[in-house]
């Protein structure tokens, strides 16, 4: 893992979230983004090296919004960046870490990302990403 690359936050409404944390981080939303894949509509603020991912759900059956009915708006996930995602899959699987998706998908912000099973990593939803060049 080279280092923590951004944390995710699933939010009701990107229209009051948003200024909440350009306040809160004192810096502006760089980028919005509607992953279609995930059903989702992101928005990625920078704080130091590390980014934050907000996640509002576009659909009534989207993960964001399953997740919001059962734990209410928060944290959602940690993502790690990889330098080799293929070769980060292969070395977490012989550990015994379980995959959400078996191969890499295209997420926001240019990026490959698979997701770890939580129950498989101490109750924490888990992403690699992997920037795509
Ligand atoms: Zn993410």
């Not at 977490?92 to 078996?102: H, M």
């Amino acid at each position: 893992m080279l280092k923590l690359e951004h944390i995710g936050i699933a939010v009701n409404d990107l229209s009051t979230s948003v200024p909440l944390f350009e306040k809160l981080l004192n810096s502006q939303c760089y980028k919005r983004e509607e992953v279609e894949s995930e059903k989702v509509t992101t928005a990625f603020f920078r704080a130091g090296e590390c980014k934050i991912e907000l996640l509002e759900s576009t659909d009534a059956g989207g993960v964001i919004s399953k997740y919001i009915g059962k734990k209410g708006e928060g944290l959602h996930h940690i993502a790690f960046e990889v330098s080799d995602i293929k070769a980060e899959m292969k070395r977490l699987v012989a550990e015994g870490y379980v995959l959400l998706n078996e191969e890499p998908k295209k997420g926001a912000d240019n990026k490959l990302v698979v997701f770890l099973h939580p129950k498989s990593a101490g109750g924490v939803l888990v992403e690699l990403c992997q920037e795509i060049k």
